[in-house]
């Protein structure tokens, strides 16, 4: 790659990107720092082009390979990391060895969750996230019209509302 990259390395440095380059993400310092924590953990870096342009890099290896990578597709690949953690520490706490392991699985799967919640709100916003909310509303709108009953469409929002929490929570996409 010809380009020089600017690593992002701290969350206000993030913040500050997507001010210029994708002001709808609109992340808070929490959100910022738990995507590049993430990004570290899996030995990747972010970094932004002169214009702009956000690239990951892998940094297990010197000279490790770098790609474009918007910042879709980094929300995505943290919500996806996010969800096998979660699993693991459950399964973890679901079989301890003692209880001090227990109390270390629960501790680490209250913290998961609660970045799961501040991941899902994330997604939500990538384009991802929109196209999902589309096809659960199309899906929903399409069992109104062929039921034709108004009632329906309480059971059609909660429908949609269960389409998207899968997806998103449970990262069945």
């Given amino acids: 790659m010809d380009k020089e990259l600017t690593i992002i390395a701290e969350p206000e440095e993030l913040i500050a990107w997507a001010d210029t380059f994708d002001i709808l993400l609109n992340p808070s310092i929490e959100d910022a720092a738990i995507l590049l924590n993430y ?5 990747y ?7 702009g342009k956000m690239y990951r890099q ?6 490790g390979e770098i790609e474009p990578y918007p910042i879709d597709d980094v929300i ?3 919500c996806e990391w996010n969800y096998e953690l979660i699993l693991d520490a459950e399964a973890h706490r679901s079989d301890p060895k003692d209880f001090n392991d227990y109390n270390e699985y629960q501790s680490k799967y209250e913290s ?5 919640k501040r991941l899902d709100r994330l997604f939500d ?3 991802y996230g929109k196209e999902l909310i589309e096809v659960a509303t199309e899906l929903a709108d ?16 909660t429908v949609a509302e269960g389409v998207r929490e899968y997806s998103t929570g449970k990262r069945g996409r």
């Fill in 76 to 78: 995505d690949i943290v």
């Fill in 142 to 157: 399409r069992v109104i019209a062929q039921l034709g009953n108004k009632e329906l469409e309480k059971v059609a929002v």
């Fill in 112 to 116: 998961l969750k609660a970045d799961e």
């Fill in 58 to 63: 892998d940094v297990a290896e010197e000279n």
């Fill in 45 to 51: 870096a972010i970094g932004i082009d002169s214009d």
């Fill in 125 to 127: 916003k990538t384009s």
């Fill in 39 to 43: 990004m570290e953990g899996h030995d």
